[in-house]
């Protein structure tokens, strides 16, 4: 008898499935919804979870170089998870651009926005701009960019009123702090609502969404399968719905 208990307790250890794993993955404020989507799918498909926390891309490389136990970045931009690799945070060879993000100048005033941004060179229209900090966050240094552009940079710069991340620069346009603001296309492109101008892409620098496998995730096959399923089909669809571009090279 004993015997047979223990080969029944030996098939249940090796019909059991694999314990599931996890990832913290640090993820640009534009990219909130996406990423909770794409976490969602990921779990439902893969059994593993990821544990996301947002903010700005500046921000965010700051709490990564002091020690945050992230696994994963997904910036706004390029520039810090190369950053990251050259300063041995990351590790080398694994960053890819996971999305090519798209600038839009949005108030929640139906008439107040026109398509060609022309609204920019009427400050008298309106009493706050709202953009993203632009030192740490790339929408908010790719708005500067555009304004600059148009030539209206000093016109405006004392109408500016700054988030912290692009989701708070989001939300004063939300609820009517600021007139109208540079946000990102995926927080908008749901809404029927208000008035926008997608920015023509050249006026500012592309907008190159990179990913990168932090030191601290390296042994962490959760970490590796998340990354895997970013670059994966399911999860270009869910980035593409929410009306960002995909690298040409992907």
């Not at 496998?213 to 270009?236: M, R, V």
């Amino acid at each position: 008898m004993k015997f047979v208990l223990s080969i029944l307790a030996a098939l249940t250890l090796f019909s059991a499935p694999a314990q599931a794993g996890e990832t913290h993955v640090a993820v640009a404020a534009n990219f909130t919804a996406t990423a909770k989507d794409i976490a969602a799918e990921f779990e439902k498909k893969t059994g593993n979870t990821a544990i996301l926390s947002f903010g700005s891309t500046g921000k965010l490389y700051t709490q990564i170089a002091n020690g945050a136990p992230f696994q994963i970045f997904l910036a706004a931009d390029d520039v810090r998870p190369a950053k990251a690799e050259d300063e041995g945070l990351a590790v080398a060879g694994s960053r890819f651009t996971y999305a090519m993000g798209k600038l839009v100048l949005y108030s929640t005033d139906k008439t107040l926005v026109d398509r060609d941004g022309a609204v920019l060179a009427r400050p008298d229209a309106f009493a706050k701009l709202a953009i993203a900090n632009p030192n740490t966050a790339p929408y908010g240094s790719a708005a500067v960019e555009v304004m600059k552009a148009k030539a209206v940079y000093d016109a405006v710069a004392d109408r500016l009123v700054q988030g912290d991340s692009i989701a708070q620069t989001f939300q004063f346009v939300e609820t009517g702090n600021a007139a109208l603001g540079f946000v990102a296309l995926s927080q908008v492109i749901a809404s029927k609502q208000g008035s926008r101008w997608i920015v023509p892409q050249d006026l500012y620098t592309p907008i190159r969404q990179d990913a990168v496998l932090l030191k601290t995730g390296e042994q962490n096959e959760a970490a590796k399968a998340f990354l895997d399923f970013l670059k994966g089909p399911e999860a270009k669809k869910i980035i593409q719905s929410y009306g960002y571009g995909l690298d040409s090279a992907s």
